[in-house]
């Protein structure tokens, strides 16, 4: 199979017994072996080989995890900037599971900084894991939004569609949030009614990946579609259209006369277009 979607992976020890343990969490950041992500223009830094960078700790404010035993920290940097999808090119896709925790949970933080009960000013507890209220005792933890990501097929092509903002001659897979109430399965056949205007059946799910913008769950799912006659919501995308296995394949291999430009490598929308063509 191809290789497991960029961000996902298990990442370093993220050591969830300790986080309940203020008193060993302060002697892990004085420990000499002890590291802080440092960071740069809002978002977790890198050095020149792609690699997270590290500096002594100077502002333990979350907890990460420990590496090999080595405990690992990171302040509440400041929002990312624009600079996020440049980045991700130059990541190491070993690092990136640990760059999408620190920038999701540091956004967390940055967004939370008051009661959603009552409104008072709350605190970080449990390794940055958490916050609580001082006034009223509430606890509120990160929020993981769900998102459904989705081939629909129909006689071997495979429906994508491209979005305004997506780079000239970008196709990417259809994909929405999972609404209050709403199962995966129901997600996926309402995403596609909505946008192309098609019925679908036997949806499955094939991989998932945290996206660290801010904090989505993307759940890769396939379908197949009940017919090929498209109604596109123009609201939502540009354009649609059908494609075979010889164009997604022409396309993945990066041909400079494929028929679109594919999604970049940490998406996975790409990974899903891998693995569809490996089938």
Known sequence: MPPEPFFSGAGLDRADLLRSEPDRL???AR???ARELAWADGLPGLDAAGRLAWREV?????????????PRFSPIAESASAAAWALLGQLDPEDAPLF?????????????DFCAACGHASAIVRGGWSRRCEACGSEHFPRVDPVVIMLA???GRLLLGRQPHYPPGRYSALAGFVEVGETIEAAVARELMEEAGIAITDVRYL????????????????????????TIDRTELEDARWFSRDDVAR?????????FLPPPRWAIARTLLERWLAA
């Open 153 to 155: 097929e129909h006689d």
């Open 251 to 259: 396309a993945v291999s990066g041909e400079a006369d494929a028929p």
């Open 31 to 33: 420990d000499p072996a």
């Open 58 to 70: 100077r502002d333990p404010a979350l907890f990460l995890g420990l590496d090999k035993g080595s």
């Open 207 to 230: 991989a998932s990946q945290p996206w660290p913008f801010p904090s989505s769950l993307m759940i890769g799912c396939t379908a197949q579609a009940l017919g090929d006659a498209l």
């Open 100 to 112: 999408a925790a620190a920038l999701s949970l540091a956004g967390w933080h940055r967004r939370h």
């Open 26 to 28: 302060a002697e892990l």
